[in-house]
């Protein structure tokens, strides 16, 4: 019997939240795609295989890391018998920006339109997912989302898209201003519309608080 870990890491573009994927070159479920990987050796903690992952499959260091569920179905892989241990880690599209994305290897997929994908990698994300809903209520986990400017739209449409539930534009306006978490850089970006949207920025030192 092996361990694996698996590794989720997501971020927002354009107010969507994407996950990170890796295509299969080899069988069992060649050209399908799945969540980074890694078996955990006898001398390796699960969070140094984590490490080792990321930095030896996609170049990244230094992200922060959550740990999941285990997945421990008999089936889970047709080819021997291994253990699943979920890890998510949540990270700004400028961490993301040296990765080489293609439709071939590696890329990134909206939550809501993932390919074809291998394994129980549909349940590790949808686990994955359910482990976001929570922390993106966490004013510190949106500042670390939207290092540089902003538009109060594109928050608005993450949180909706995570918690699949519509959002009364003005009240959202409203809430988040009053939580005193942002200011105005002076700057505005043309939004879908065509409208010109004010650009704002987290604060330098703000409170961990709950938000909605």
């Known amino acids: 019997m092996q361990i694996e870990t698996l590794v989720s890491i997501l971020t927002i573009i354009d107010g969507e939240f994407k996950i990170l994927l890796m295509r299969k070159k080899t069988e069992p479920y060649k050209g399908y795609w799945v969540l980074p990987s890694m078996i ?17 499959k996609l170049g990244l260091n230094k992200l922060e ?17 291994v253990i699943g241990i979920s890890f998510v880690s949540i990270a700004d599209s400028r961490t993301l920006e040296t990765l080489e994305l293609d439709e071939e290897s590696l890329n990134l997929f909206s939550i809501d339109r993932l390919p074809k ?15 976001i809903k929570h922390k993106i209520r966490q004013s510190m986990t949106l500042k670390k989302l939207f290092p540089s400017d902003f538009t109060l739209p594109e928050i608005q449409k993450m949180y909706e898209q995570v918690l699949k539930q519509d959002l009364d534009r003005r009240n959202f306006r409203k809430k988040f201003l009053k939580a005193d978490l942002i200011e105005e850089t002076g700057d505005k970006s043309i939004g879908n519309n065509g409208r010109p949207a004010k650009l704002y920025r987290f604060k330098e030192e703000i409170e961990d608080k709950l938000l909605f």
């Open 40 to 56: 955990v050796e006898k001398d390796m903690t699960l969070e140094e295989a984590v490490n080792d992952c990321v930095s030896s």
């Open 117 to 131: 994908l291998g394994y129980d990698h549909s349940a590790i994300i949808m686990e994955s997912v359910e482990i």
């Open 65 to 81: 890391f959550e740990q999941g569920l285990a997945f421990s179905a008999l089936d889970r892989n047709p080819s021997k018998r």
